[in-house]
């Protein structure tokens, strides 16, 4: 018996093989110890945390309902105040865990002593005797006197209705739980067998998990002059505000000096347009389905965070994991005599590059590129997607193209038939006009 719950009960129940009288708590404990080493929760450490600590909770006697705040703190080591509303894990775990116990009851016989159910919208689990075994002191009573023979034929008959209607009532549930697994039955199979689309293919790793994706951007250092800067060249009244500062330029001239003082490093800024773009498209694509997702920035996520959740890594050459999970690839962005680029691995191998044309006094985009790096089993340990474009341009078309099932069913039309078990790199193209990308095209696509 586990060492982890204190068995103490008033009650006996007798067990299954209805010789061992066992203590209700002995009872909740042996079944517990059953739905752990079952195969549905045998192979996921979190779900069987997370079960046993709830029942724990009951067992010792706390009436007050369990909070998600608690459950976060406790089981997920997240900071006591943190923002339940931005991190779903624990409302994402209870529902794996329902999912769990309901096909655990459904496989497993119905004679069970005890059943353990985590209720909707509740975190603390209740605990479902079967009928045989309430305690006989619990059962209701008829009044009779002992002395009084006359009494015996009507108790017979009060006997005999009440245990036809329980077996008539026992029927009736029996025949709608059996109707119930038949509805369950058809809709997981339809599950099973209706075809998926291409965008819940290349997502499905993703989407097998109860953990919650993580969108992971970049925040490069970002310099801004200082506000005596500003002051020393600015008109009287002019760069008074910080929002005054913040949307325009000091007028320096191409030939004014600085010096290294006169810039200041501001941490709050440096998200680039394009991941942020993709940011949102990825973060509602998943929305839509139901998949739950955290966002991290720059220092707030590490390799141990890759290693322990699926993640959508994005962003090329600002963001220093997506250089390193891609730079022993097929294709992996590269750089040479300041130019950046898309390259194929090999002697032979291809490169794609942005164009640039004159625009006023500089040059801005025409055409750009963006890689998609789809990795199941990745350097971490964990599925992640690598969504970077060279500029923010291609960083655009790519979340697009991800989240966009027509793309990808277009894309992945001539890929291996098994590609959803496969890693994947594709390479698209778009066209940039106004500074806004246009649709994706893939221009190279390679599986193994």
Not at 96 to 114: C, F, G, S, T, W
Not at 215 to 238: D, S, T, W
Request: charged share 20%; hydrophobic share 40%; with cysteine.
């Amino acid at each position: 018996m586990a060492s982890m719950i204190d068995p103490i009960g008033n009650h006996q129940v007798r067990g299954e093989d209805c010789s061992e009288v066992l203590s209700e708590k002995e009872a909740i404990v042996q079944e517990l110890e059953s739905i752990l080493n079952s195969a549905f929760f045998r192979t996921t450490r979190r779900a069987k945390q997370f079960l046993t600590y709830v029942v724990q909770y009951k067992l010792d006697g706390n009436h007050e309902p369990l909070k998600e705040r608690i459950i976060g703190a406790d089981l997920f080591q997240r900071p006591a105040s943190y923002s339940t509303g931005d991190d779903a894990v624990v409302r994402v775990q209870a529902g794996d865990v329902r999912r769990r116990l309901e096909q655990y009851y459904h496989a497993v016989p119905n004679h069970k002593v005890v059943r353990i159910e985590l209720p909707l919208g509740s975190y603390t689990p209740e605990f479902i005797w079967s009928h045989a075994d309430v305690p006989q002191e619990n059962a209701p009573e008829i009044q009779a006197s002992p002395n009084s023979p006359a009494n015996a034929p009507t108790l017979v008959a009060q006997i005999d209705r009440r245990v036809t209607l329980r077996r008539v009532m026992a029927g009736i549930v029996v025949a709608m739980l059996l109707l119930l697994s038949m509805a369950f039955w058809a809709v997981d199979r339809y599950r099973v067998t209706a075809p998926k689309s291409a965008l819940e293919q290349f997502w499905s790793p993703a989407f097998g998990t109860s953990e919650p994706i993580l969108i992971c951007l970049a925040k490069p250092a970002v310099f801004r002059p200082n506000a005596e800067l500003y002051r020393m060249h600015a008109h009287p009244g002019q760069f008074n505000t910080e929002s005054e500062r913040l949307e325009q330029s000091p007028p320096l001239r191409p030939n004014d000096k600085l010096e290294w003082r006169d810039m200041v490093e501001f941490p709050e800024y440096g998200v680039a347009s394009g991941d942020a773009y993709a940011a949102v498209q990825l973060s509602n694509m998943l929305v839509r389905t139901g998949k739950a997702t955290q966002l991290r920035i720059g220092d707030n996520y590490s390799f141990e965070d890759l290693r322990n959740f699926p993640a959508i890594v994005v962003g090329g050459f600002n963001n220093r994991w997506a250089m390193r999970i891609t730079s022993s690839l097929h294709f992996t962005f590269a750089e040479e005599n300041g130019a950046q680029m898309i390259r194929e691995q090999g002697p032979t191998g291809r490169t794609w590059r942005v164009k640039w044309v004159p625009k006023g006094s500089g040059t801005v985009a025409s055409e750009d590129y963006g890689l998609v790096s789809r990795l199941i089993d990745s350097k971490t340990g964990q599925f992640v997607v690598c969504v970077a474009g060279i500029t923010a341009d291609g960083t655009q078309a790519v979340s697009e193209f991800v989240s966009n099932p027509d793309y990808l069913k277009k894309a992945l039309q001539n890929a291996p038939p098994n590609w959803g078990q496969k890693n994947l790199q594709i390479v698209v193209r778009t066209t940039v006009t106004d500074s806004v990308a246009g649709p994706p095209q893939v221009v190279a696509l390679y599986a193994w």
